[in-house]
């Protein structure tokens, strides 16, 4: 157990609808990072947030968008949704703005229909 | 970062060590080692990371070649639960915000 939870487990849904996931980070940790991981793209970084704050982008779709809530949980929303975005979404958490370790969640699986 | 490469799969031997090979031959004298594990639809796990020194805990042991252009990670007496996908990634220590996560190795340990 990383200390990191997701919710939901599982989320299926259909095309064009929005979600939200949320990360809670483990005790302390301030930054705040979401991956993707499909089958044909493999692990793939989103987003990061530190203590609040946007501190880096990846390969994020302008669909998709996050947060970071003053007690540091993180919520990943997913908007008009395509089939291509059925994927395991991991969040994961690290005390620094940069660090050396990553503790990820157990991740949430969503499948678009 | 620089990039890596390993095999696409290995099989090891309950109860025997397990030496999962990395490539990094384009690797920078700042960069470091790092090695997390995914067992079957779980989160990424981190195992260790090193520089040029061989390192070990309680999980594995990193072995880094003296021209550092490759890495073993050996897991000494490997068990069914260490199955999983075995990923190598290089990058500066505590300078970059992401993990670059390749293809990795999928170990299979076998009864």
């Known amino acids: 157990d990383s200390g990191v939870t997701q919710t939901p487990k599982h989320l299926i849904t259909a095309t064009g609808q929005r979600v939200t996931l949320r990360c809670s980070p483990r005790?302390?940790?301030?930054?705040v990072y979401w991956y993707q991981q499909s089958l044909d793209q493999g692990l793939q970084f989103l987003i990061q947030y530190y203590n609040g704050e946007e501190r880096a982008k990846g390969n994020i779709l302008e669909r998709f968008s996050a947060q970071q809530f003053p007690d540091l949980h993180s919520e990943l929303n997913l908007s008009s949704l395509e089939l291509g975005d059925s994927a395991l979404y991991f969040c994961?958490?690290?005390?620094?703005?940069?660090?050396?370790?990553?503790?990820f969640g157990p991740g949430t699986r969503l499948t678009v229909l | 970062d620089a990039k890596t490469t390993q095999p696409t799969s290995m099989d090891c031997a309950e109860g025997r060590a397990a030496n999962l090979p990395c490539n990094h031959s384009t690797i920078s004298g700042n960069e470091y080692v790092y090695w997390y594990r995914q067992i079957h639809s779980q989160g990424p796990q981190y195992i260790i990371h090193?520089?040029?020194n061989n390192e070990t805990n309680e999980m594995a042991s990193l072995i880094i070649t003296e021209d550092r252009k490759s890495s073993t990670l050996i897991l000494p007496h490997a068990t069914l639960r260490d199955t999983a996908v075995y990923y190598c990634?290089?990058?500066?220590?505590?300078?970059?915000?992401?993990?670059?996560f390749g293809k990795g190795t999928l170990l299979t340990v076998n009864p």
């Open positions: 994961a958490s690290s005390l620094a703005y940069s660090s050396d370790t990553q503790y």
């Open positions: 005790s302390g940790d301030l930054s």
């Open positions: 990634i290089v990058r500066v220590e505590s300078s970059n915000y992401k993990l670059t």
């Open positions: 090193g520089l040029k």
